[in-house]
């Protein structure tokens, strides 16, 4: 049988080649580091987080994110085994070891024997003679393949800033002025450790964010920043409490140190590795220079001695206008032999970027198994976010998009005992319960064309 070639190394990249291979096709995962770097990559391993380590919301019930995980793990992931396999403590959140869930990932791949890993830069479009290519490449696509990707579509492609944040060393971290706690206890109750700011602190702080030096964009970094990881110094210029109401929020914490006080601000930190070592800064995605974000960051409380073991950093995010050049299967309307997986199709986010090869894969493992099949269902959190990204959102207005509620059909106009409209938080479980019910009757479907050949999906 056919080979089938994979672009990028990444979430999308290594979640496509394994449905792939599980359904017998064999793959070449084509991986352009360490031989070529990126602007934010730091490693050589394959499914390297380059961001936060957290995969966001676990909740299957009330959380979009979360019922996309759930729905993945049905569907055979490799990044939710490996995510699972190597989860770290983070309240409700699903939070990996950066290190120990690349490698993991990274093993699996390379043990199984339909798939080959070629560590190449692919610097233009594929050759010809691949009849069958998902580009997987992701924000950070080589400007070589990049340029011809435009060139060919005839599309300027749209970009914006991801922004790194901090990671801390919990030894150099003061706790006479920290304490461990989650927002309501959730979780744990312990998961993450809160630095206190009063209101003198926060404005000295904020006043340091506006003034400090930051990377100036270069000319072809014009571009819009992804409202959902924006760098706090673009938040602290929106207003001086935008920060006090959203990540640096007092609510659901207590201070031990001053139980009758109730700070003005709180930075959390959240747990980056198995070890319990390292902490990120939860919400510092930054531009700001380096020896800025030192002295900055070292102002806020418990942070004074900071040690960093990775200070904050920027890269552009590309992506396609995928409504107007992707069909519902992921190809691309004017070269079909080619289908776009992961970031590059315009979704945010590392699950969504995991899910959308997830589905790439099993789609081109329909087309060479010769199956007609069809993509999972709009009220799915997977078909909700390929709808939006093939078909939902407007061409003219098309920006990445991370999974939610809003993308899914309306639920029907279900009451509750006494007859009333069901809103709210219980509005969401209506969606789960439906999703996975139909997620499960596509499945069924989805076997029928596609025989079962599934590998086991490792942890």
């Known amino acids: 049988m056919n080979t089938v070639h994979v672009i990028g190394g990444g979430l999308a990249g290594c979640e496509a080649a394994w449905q792939l291979a599980s359904a017998g096709i064999p793959v070449q995962l084509h991986e352009m580091r360490p031989d070529r770097r990126t602007e934010a990559h730091t490693g050589s391993h394959l499914a390297e987080l380059v961001c936060s380590n957290s995969l966001r919301s676990d909740d299957a019930e009330y959380n979009a994110v979360g019922l996309l995980h759930e729905e993945m793990r049905r569907l055979g992931s490799l990044i939710l085994a490996q995510a699972d396999a190597h989860r770290v403590p983070a309240g409700g959140a699903l939070a990996v070891d950066r290190e120990g869930f690349a490698a993991g990932v990274e093993r699996a791949l390379e043990a199984h024997p339909l798939v080959t890993v070629r560590r190449e830069e692919i610097a233009g479009l594929p050759p010809e003679e691949w009849d069958s290519v998902i580009i997987a490449t992701g924000p950070l696509t080589s400007p ?39 927002r309501y206890d959730k979780g744990s109750g312990t998961d993450y450790i809160n630095l206190p700011m009063n209101r003198a602190q926060y404005e000295g702080f904020v006043d340091a964010l506006l003034a400090g030096e930051k990377h100036m964009p270069k000319d072809w970094e014009g571009t819009p920043y992804f409202e959902g990881c924006l760098p706090i110094e673009v938040m602290a210029e929106r207003g001086r409490d935008t920060l006090a109401f959203g990540p640096l929020k007092p609510v659901g914490l207590t201070n031990p140190h001053d139980p009758g006080v109730k700070p003005h601000a709180i930075v959390q930190l959240r747990q980056d590795n198995a070890l319990g070592t390292l902490y990120n800064m939860v919400g510092f995605q930054t531009k700001l220079k380096h020896g800025e974000q030192i002295r900055i960051f070292r102002q806020i409380p418990g942070l004074e001695g900071a040690e960093f073991a990775r200070l904050g950093g920027m890269h552009r995010n590309t992506f396609l206008n995928s409504p107007r050049l992707l069909d519902p299967l992921l190809r691309l309307k004017i070269r079909p032999a080619w289908r776009f997986a992961g970031q590059i199709t315009g979704c945010e986010g590392y699950v969504e ?66 007859g009333r409209r069901i809103k709210g938080r219980e509005r969401k479980k209506l969606y789960a319960v439906r999703a996975l019910k139909d997620l499960a009757d596509w499945l069924v479907s989805w076997n029928t064309a596609v025989p079962e050949r599934r590998s086991a999906v490792p942890n």
């Open 144 to 182: 070589a393949l990049a340029d011809a990707i435009r060139q060919f579509t005839g599309e300027d492609a749209l970009s914006f800033f991801d922004a790194i944040a901090p990671i801390v060393t919990r030894s150099s971290i003061d706790f006479s002025k920290a304490w461990f706690q989650s």
């Open 353 to 418: 970027s995991a899910a959308v090869g997830l589905m790439a894969g099993r789609f081109a493992a329909a087309q060479r198994l010769g199956a007609a099949v069809r993509p999972p269902p709009a009220t799915t959190a997977v078909g909700a976010l390929l709808d939006h990204i093939t078909r939902g959102a407007r061409a003219e207005t098309f920006q990445p998009m991370n999974v939610n509620f809003g993308l899914f059909p309306e639920p029907p106009d279900e009451r509750d005992e006494r």
